[in-house]
């Protein structure tokens, strides 16, 4: 097993240097990840101006949300193969197209189900392009410096993306319309679909091999089982049938996944791969550094408005003090990977986050604790970050360039489960708290901190020396 980059000892030296297409190169797809990460959030401080104008019900409007994280969760795994085997390039612009088209549709819906199955389609793109831009990144740059410099600038400006598009949203929406929340990726995606195909070479394995059509059903029907579980546990409560049945369902078809794989002629997922030690705890590490952060940003959002009385849009300006972390994280990962090795970064990414996040649990009601949660939210940024790059270089090293379009595959739909999995979970723990908001949001930001530090000895433990 290749561990090189998993020892404490810092990697070897390779070339630091990046040529002019390969800067072009990372900057289209810099933007398109960065599109679609805003997507995930720039639609959250809208939802009840969206609601009044196409007359959304107070139950409908959670499903904008759910039905793209639906689709961009559960077809994830999928794309990710289909990427491999039919060409990554051909394969992002296709998703971006469809991006482009169902984000006009969006713009343009007088109907809920026009909206719906807008987002709906945007999910699909989302689980499409993710992948297969990060498969695209992969392979441009070789394993090393360069790689983790990629890595850390695409992780910096996602997770800045996320944090930035509740502000956007808010800007866009007071300023203009909820339609231009879906207008502005029109113009995105046209420009990369223009610049790409002369920029981005096909990247595909020489011989295709058959499509596993049993393990593409069983992944993807229990990805989608799954995080429709998710979902409604954090609408209903964790003992609502329907989430119990779904999450159920969700388990038992994973696990039928599992066996599929290991008789499978050609698997979609060869169990080999799954039983890398790289693999499997990089995207634990990953799992919980994505649940941690974005639903810190739920539970921070709850304490902003409803404790401290802030408007949506002062809400998500405070965000950008996060979003200006987990840049600044992005920037440092690749250096002190560089000097510390993947595996010790990660950890002190962890370390960072956890003591970070630990110290929102001091917040009270009045407003000069904003200057502590600026400052928290900052820092524990930087170290979510590092964490989140350590995961990349983790979970994507070792492994051919052919089965690159697999690994970010798993990493995409680690990082969608963990974006989904994380709000129901703190959600259930904040209202089983009490009646009383800021001491909800107290306990449930202290199971933050130790799902943080769990991120911590799994790695620490797991992550050693093969």
Known sequence: ???????????????TGMTGRQRLVLVVLLAAQFMLAVDFSILNVALPVIGRGLGFGLGGLQWIATSFALAAAGFTLLFGRVADLVGRRRVFLVGLAVLGVSSLVGGLATSPGLLLAARVAQ??????????????????????????????????LMSAGFTSGAVLGGLLTDLLSWRWAFFVNVPVALAVLLVAPRLIAESRPAERPRMDLPGAVTV???????????????????????????????AVLLVVFWFVERSAAAPLVPVRV????????????????????????FLLTLYLQQVLGFSALATGLAFGVLGAGTVVGGILAPRLIGRLGTRRALLAGFLVQAVATGSL?????GRA???????????????NMLAIVGFMVTATSGLPDGEQGLATGVATMTQQVGITLGTP??????????????????????????????????????????
């Open 1 to 15: 097993m290749t561990t090189a980059l998993l020892d404490d000892a810092p990697p070897t030296k390779a070339a």
């Open 123 to 156: 999910g699909l793109a989302t689980a499409a392009v993710t992948p297969a831009g990060l498969a695209l990144l992969t392979t441009a740059f070789p394993e090393g410096p360069l790689r983790e410099r990629a890595l850390g600038l695409n992780g910096a």
């Open 220 to 250: 993807t029907g229990g990805l989608l089982a799954l995080v429709y579980g998710l979902t409604t546990a954090g609408e209903h409560g964790w003992g609502d049938p329907v989430a119990l049945w779904a999450l159920g369902l969700g």
């Open 274 to 297: 799954l039983r890398r030690r790289t693999v499997v705890w990089g995207n634990v590490a990953g799992l919980l550094a994505f649940a941690t952060e974005t639903s810190l940003v």
């Open 361 to 365: 649990v001091l917040l009270g009601e």
């Open 369 to 383: 604790w904003l200057g502590l949660l600026l400052v928290a939210t900052f820092v524990g940024g930087v170290g």
């Open 425 to 466: 979970v703190m959600s259930a723990v904040a209202t089983a708290a009490g009646s009383a908001v800021l001491t909800g949001v107290g306990w449930a930001i202290a199971a933050n901190t130790a799902l943080v530090l769990l991120g911590f000895a799994a790695s620490a433990l797991f992550l050693r020396r093969g």
